[in-house]
């Protein structure tokens, strides 16, 4: 059987398209999941976490979700989740104060969850604000894909509000910096907050 040549070592890429295939079953879109299989390899490559740390995020960030969408009168769809090394970032909004230190509650009493950086605020997110941060994280992604200097694979992006949540590790401080100039660059942002971690080499 022949393969098109993606550029990634074949066990590599088998073993991505196994963990996609896994994110599918939980999310039901195995159509899109298969659709995806070579940018999330591309990803995977350019991202500056082991393979093996990447595969523990992702596991780690279903079970998140699976346990927050469990839960009664907790519209986690509101909820955005981030996991790096093990540490977690919950972004979005929820109804009642409550509710988020709920969220959090459940997200700290997961097995592997290292640490918890709660950024939700209280309320119900509007439409027109959701649209907003739509195109907002779309236009911030695609000028970093589209720089020279940063892995734009490789830096995580959220909005809540206008405000620019940058995460993933980065190998240089020149990273960091240019990724908060092209976050700041884009029309809309109030705010960029820089969560992203250095992989210290």
């Keep these: ?21 896994i994110s599918a079953s939980l999310s039901g879109c195995l159509a899109t999941a298969i659709v995806g299989t070579a940018t999330t390899t591309a990803k995977v490559v350019h991202d500056k976490r082991t393979l093996g740390q990447q595969f523990d995020d992702v596991a780690l960030t279903s079970k998140i979700d699976a346990r927050l969408i469990a839960e009664k009168d907790m519209p986690s769809r509101w909820i955005s989740i981030d996991v790096i090394n093990g540490d977690v970032t919950l972004t979005g909004s929820l109804p009642t104060s409550s509710q988020i230190d709920r969220a959090v509650f459940i997200t700290k009493s997961i097995e592997g969850v290292r640490s918890v950086d709660s950024k939700l605020e209280v309320g119900a997110p509007k439409i027109k604000g959701l649209l907003s941060d739509s195109w907002i994280t779309t236009q911030v992604k695609t000028r970093l894909l589209n720089d020279k200097v940063v892995s734009g694979l490789g830096i995580h992006v959220d909005t809540v509000n206008g405000k620019v949540y940058l995460k993933g590790v980065v190998k240089q ?27 210290g080499s």
């Design 173 to 199: 401080n020149v990273e960091r910096v240019r990724a908060k100039e092209i976050a700041r660059s884009v029309d809309g942002v109030t705010a960029v907050v820089d969560l992203m971690q250095s992989s």
């Design 1 to 21: 059987m022949k393969f098109f040549n993606t550029g990634v070592p074949m066990t590599t890429f088998r073993l991505m398209i196994a963990l996609t295939l």
